[in-house]
């Protein structure tokens, strides 16, 4: 189980878009749909915001998007607002009854 | 409304065990699994463990297997991770998440707990 790879740091400005990577392999990202993506604001409860690659859980903005495209997901926030400022993590099953989380990127909302 | 409670965090020393619960309310508990997911000190999140609705499926991470155990009490409505040989590194908080569905292999981390801290010192 090798931690999926994110960047560590993004940054954009109210209203711009931007996209997260999560790169994988084989054993996880690429051969299941099931990544999804959490929103964690520091000193609260993580937050559910893509399941099985593509679904957006009831409530979730859909300015929230995502993909994914062989061993790599993309989560896309568009129309930047300041509350989108967090740590996002994605998380893909890796076979086994496992699951691996990537490293997170710190978006910064400047 | 849907609860997920855990307890049983503290501090521990070095080699030694806790048992943490996962108490849950709100929803119809056992056709869900359930994981274990922490965060140690200034790092990311990591799966810790799982539990699918029948306990058919269970998986650890690397970095717990062999020491720690998951299980789950449908009749209380609750999940346990009993943590053996515990090491410095074991020091986060520990989540109880509910997924969104009953196995691992679809849905995802649906709802999570407000966390128990441990500390291994």
């Known amino acids: 189980q090798s931690a999926l790879t994110q960047p560590a740091s993004v940054s954009a400005s109210p209203g711009q878009s931007i996209t997260l990577s999560c790169t994988g392999s084989?054993?996880?990202?690429?051969?299941?749909?099931?990544v999804s993506w959490f929103q964690h604001h520091p000193g609260k409860a993580p937050k559910l915001i893509i399941y099985q690659a593509t679904l957006r859980p009831s409530g979730v903005s859909n300015r929230f998007s995502a993909s994914k495209s062989g061993n790599t997901a993309s989560l896309t926030i568009s129309g930047l607002q300041p509350d989108d400022e967090a740590d996002y993590y994605c998380?893909?099953?890796?076979?086994?009854?496992?699951?691996?989380f990537g490293g997170g990127t710190k978006l910064t909302v400047l | 409304e849907v609860q997920l409670v855990e307890s049983g965090g503290g501090l521990v020393h070095p080699g030694r065990s806790l048992r943490l619960s996962c108490a849950t309310s709100?929803?119809?508990?056992?056709?869900?699994?359930i994981h274990w997911v922490r965060q140690s000190p200034g790092k990311g999140l990591e799966w810790v463990s799982g539990?699918?609705?029948?306990?058919?499926?269970?998986g650890y991470g690397d970095s717990v297997k062999g020491r720690f155990t998951v299980y789950r009490d449908n009749a209380k409505k609750s999940v346990f991770l009993e943590m053996n040989s515990l090491r410095p590194e074991d020091t986060a908080i520990y989540y109880c998440?509910?997924?969104?569905?009953?196995?691992?292999?679809?849905?995802?981390?649906?709802?999570w707990g407000q966390g128990t801290a441990v500390t291994v010192s």
């Open positions: 539990v699918s609705w029948n306990s058919d499926s269970l």
């Open positions: 998380c893909s099953y890796a076979g086994g009854d496992t699951f691996v």
């Open positions: 998440v509910k997924h969104s569905s009953g196995s691992f292999f679809e849905g995802g981390f649906h709802l």
């Open positions: 709100g929803f119809t508990f056992d056709v869900y699994a």
């Open positions: 084989s054993s996880d990202v690429g051969s299941y749909k099931l």
